[in-house]
């Protein structure tokens, strides 16, 4: 294993590339007030305001984690974030930079994106459209090797936005009885969900990665949706590679923003939390 994955990591990277396809669907039963009802058109979910720009909470929490250097990826159209980190936000914790992922082709494609930045050291990934708790971020970063953040269905379900419905279609972690993933199923079928152990550890693309993640999200082929994705790479990792990725389990909520219908409800959780970052 290389050493870089042993020590405690300074960086973050953050997927803000995503086309927001959700968020710009209309939903004639939400109501947004007309800021958020722009920015909600153009799908760049981590700019959705809510006091502050939605990115700006879950920065915060990745500062009160530990790590100072954060590289969001993003399009090459996405001048607005940009310009609103370059020009109008004051970081006081943390370095933020930028690299670009010319194409929506895919999670696994974004993290190739961020080989620069990572620069042979371990980082953590993690969306732009969940906010993670600050502890289940601090854990990741202090892990020894590469690891994955995995929640509890239930505690999901009782503190986060998500309903018991929708979260049936997350993914969710298979781990063995040493506390190591073996296997993250897409969309699982409720049959593969019910002979799994409990509880059941849902996966919200929260990762530890080393170097050897840039060779697995370069060996794998687009899923069938076309796209290279981390469950895939992850995957020829742990097969072929033989990386080991310890399994983190939280018992905290993580808060989702995939649709408009989420803006409310993520706004009102929010709404007492201060920013500093």
Known sequence: MNSSTNKVTDKVVVLARGLGTRM???DEFVVLDPRQ???AATGVKALIPMGRPFLDYILSAVAAAGPCRVCL???PEHDAVRCYYEQEARPRRLKIEFAIQPEAKGTADAVLAAKPFAAGDSF??????NYYPADALH???EQEGSAVAL????SMIAGSNVSAERIEAFAVGKVNDAGYLEQIIEKPEATVVESLPRPIWVSMNCWRFGPAIFEAC???APSPRGELEIPAAVQYAIDTLGESFRALTLHDAVLDLSSREDIGPVTARLKSMEVDY
């Open 139 to 141: 854990r990741l970063a």
């Open 37 to 39: 009802a722009e920015v």
């Open 218 to 220: 370069r060996a794998i």
């Open 24 to 26: 710009r669907r209309g």
């Open 124 to 129: 953590l990934v993690i969306n732009s459209d």
């Open 151 to 154: 929640c509890d269905r239930e």
């Open 73 to 75: 990826i993003v399009g």
